[in-house]
């Protein structure tokens, strides 16, 4: 099982999707006429890039603004500040007739296989839905690109006319995998696409998008809360925490040598097989601050080991401090710069 | 491969027209219904062959008789026949239900449709629609009726004015419920436009509980139209439709009971049909019900 990591990748292209400062909140809402009395602050100033190719895995805990970030990048919901920059064009902030072009470039692999398939549709017109929208296919060229979608994922052509409840969780995802396959896009965000699955299935979507990439050049934006899933596919892993990615760097590098307090304890939580590794291990105390009343400064202070007292005050920079891998860290920035 | 494809499409449908029969079977109520409506619209598209009288053919000499041989369900103040009247009558009632519903779901979903899924549209719209359903709606049905010239166009509009609000707003929750399901989102980033995705992926969610609110609109309807005749503002009076035959039959309730009772035993079984349809249709279509069909 060769790591994604390990596989070829130019290093001098021109991104492919650029992310800058992006910024969410959703207004929480109270009393009688309904006025936003707080803001839960879901993605609060988030940047990366992403070379065509490749895949950034982006972990962190429930609510820690992953699936917002997708949606944003998708273009379900619009940001509040920030941008967003496929091959330097602008795609956020705009208009729905202004998003549709960029659709056939950015797709989107839900979550869910059960509610992401319209239950009265048959798997043929879901697969084919992008086709008929973005090339204009009907009929015959339709169906004939839709059942080589269809073997191309690992379904069978006939299975076209079955509807999504015929199929098991595995094969809706494979499905889903088909739609955002469709159209040709370079960029395939998925949110979570294998969490809803058995682990043995897990494995066989994750090396049929693995397969996909190489074939089709894809881009994935991979998002998960299982680490294992994301070392196995990602060639660069961001951990976000609380709204902010607080590390960044290659796969190899962020699992060998995490900088990070946050990614460490992250890393520790994994169980191993040999008991004899687990000795020093941390566990996190504490939970994780309500995104409405993020604490100031470091959003991790109140569970660093490492917090020191301007942690509380000073949001901490993304410092590189070695080629390619960047942490949000006072403490572990300073002690691991080369002057 | 296309001979497979096309094999287990046939199974699919084969399958379930089998389930429709075997539901009809297991479902009494739902075959009664159908069955006296079978009976009174063939009587009524059949009219002319059951009887020979005109039903609107005065005959002074056989003014207000009992049932007997010539009138099998006598007659009314004038001499006209009242089995004749009846079921002709039969007709107009008949023609405004399910004209009424099918106008009243259709122009119901339009507006549901747009209203639950536009924001602007929807706050326009169901305060109109709001400021409808707060006028009692005998009162709006009349007060239209005042305002047009008495015909069964106009009966059919007043009607449908009054019953296109409970549509609307039943499609509308409908569409709300359905825009948040993820395959929406699905179909907004496969590129479908909104005309696509309301009628693809919305409006099939709708025509379950839509069929269903039909037949209670048909026999709400056909009551209306018996009442406001009876209160002497639908159909007009030269036309026989029951409501009109009972509001003649009134006057001489007394002397004549039975110009009463033939339209409204008509009326009264003819709504219990529709409504025990409505109620199994409904049991058919409500997952919830699934199991135990």
Redesign the interface.
Known sequence: MASASERSMSESEKPLLQVEKLVKRFPVRGGVLGRARAFVHAVDGVSFTLRAGETLGIVGESGCGKSTLARMI???IQPDTGMIRLRDRRVSGLS?RQM?PF??EI??V?Q?PY????P??RAGT?VG??LE??AGLSGRELTDRV?TLFARVGLH??Q????PHEFSGGQRQRL?IA?GL??GPSLIVADEPVSALDVSVQAQVINLMMDLQQEFGLAYLFIAHDLAVVQHISHRVAVMYLGRIVELASQRSLFSAPLHPYTEALLNSVPLPDPATRSGTQVLAGEVPSPIRPPPGCHFHTRCPLAEARCRTEIPPMTETRPGHFVSCHVRAAANTSP | ?AD??AA??QG?RRSRRRGLLWHARRNPSMTLGLAILALVILGTVFASRLTHYDPILIDPLARLKPPSAAHALGTDVVGRDLWSRTIYGGRISLLIGITVALLTTSIGLLIGLVSGYNRTADAILMRIMDGLMSIPAILLAIAFMAFMPASIITVVAAISIVEIPRVVRLVRGVVLSIRE???I?????????VG?ILI??IL??TLAPLSVQATYVCAAAILFESLLSFLGAGTPPEIPSWGNIMAEGRTYFVLAPWIILAPGFMLSLTVLAINLLGDSLRDLLDPRFARRL
């Open positions: 998708v273009g379900l729905p549709r659709r056939r797709q989107f839900f869910d509610a992401s398939l319209n009265r549709l879901i839905e992008a929208n973005f059942a052509p006939a076209m006319d079955k509807y889903g739609r469709a159209v | 491969m497979t494809v287990s499409g699919t399901q993820a395959y989102e699905a179909a907004v980033i496969s590129g479908s436009r696509r693809r992926h099939p969610n």
